[in-house]
Structures are given as structure tokens and as C-alpha cells.
């Protein structure tokens, strides 16, 4: 059985820093590219971070310079620092493979930026 596990969000100022930290299990962690998702109130899902088995990783524009995904093989778990926050990344934060798998979507963490 899949899980992942998400935790790390909360309550900041605009301009603060949060880390988002997500752990897998039932899966084979290191040979899976691995994401992150945002989903703000009214809007879809969306990619925002990768990062490929061989560490290779990709940003949505919005959030380039300002996140940083990263893995640990070893302890199954895929990171999210997230620097320079502004109101509008205000969502929950999933993680997942790449491309996403419908049924292993966890219960996200809320991150929740103020102005």
C-alpha cells in the first residue's frame, strides 16, 4: 500500500521560509521522479517542482529561484524549501511521482502566506 506523507506547512509572512517534507512508502522511492503539487481554493492541481531519480530537477516559473526541491534516497523523502514566500503560493502542497498517480495522493499541508 502507497503513502505519502505530507508535513512542513504553516501560517508565514510574505517573505518567510517553510520546508515541506513528504515520506513515501510502499513504493520503490529511488527510481520514481518525484513532485510537488500545489492546489489553491477554486483551482486545479498543479506541478510546481520536480525532481528525477538522477536528480534533475524542474520549477514551474512562478516559483523559480525562489523553491528548491530535493530527495533523500535513504530515507524515502522528497523535500520542498520554500524561500521568499508570497500570498499567492497560498495552497495545500501534495507530493506525488511524476507523473502523478491518481490513487496515492496524500492529505497535503496547508501552507498559508499572509501579506
Known amino acids: 500500500q502507497v503513502q505519502l506523507v505530507e508535513s512542513g506547512g504553516g501560517l508565514v509572512q510574505a517573505g518567510g521560509s517553510l520546508r515541506l517534507s513528504c515520506a513515501a512508502s510502499?513504493?520503490?522511492?529511488?527510481?520514481?521522479?518525484m513532485g510537488w503539487y500545489h492546489q489553491a481554493p477554486g483551482k486545479q492541481r498543479e506541478l510546481v517542482a520536480a525532481?528525477?531519480?538522477?536528480?534533475?530537477?524542474n520549477y514551474e516559473d512562478s516559483v523559480k529561484g525562489r523553491f528548491t526541491i530535493s530527495r533523500d534516497n535513504a530515507k524515502n523523502t522528497v523535500y520542498l524549501q520554500m524561500n521568499s514566500l508570497k500570498p499567492e503560493d497560498t495552497a495545500v502542497y501534495y507530493c506525488?511521482?511524476?507523473?502523478?498517480?491518481?490513487?496515492?495522493w496524500g492529505q497535503g499541508t496547508q501552507v498559508t502566506v499572509s501579506s
Open positions: 525532481i528525477t531519480r538522477g536528480g534533475t530537477k
Open positions: 510502499g513504493i520503490i522511492f529511488s527510481i520514481n521522479a
Open positions: 506525488n511521482v511524476v507523473p502523478a498517480r491518481g490513487m496515492w
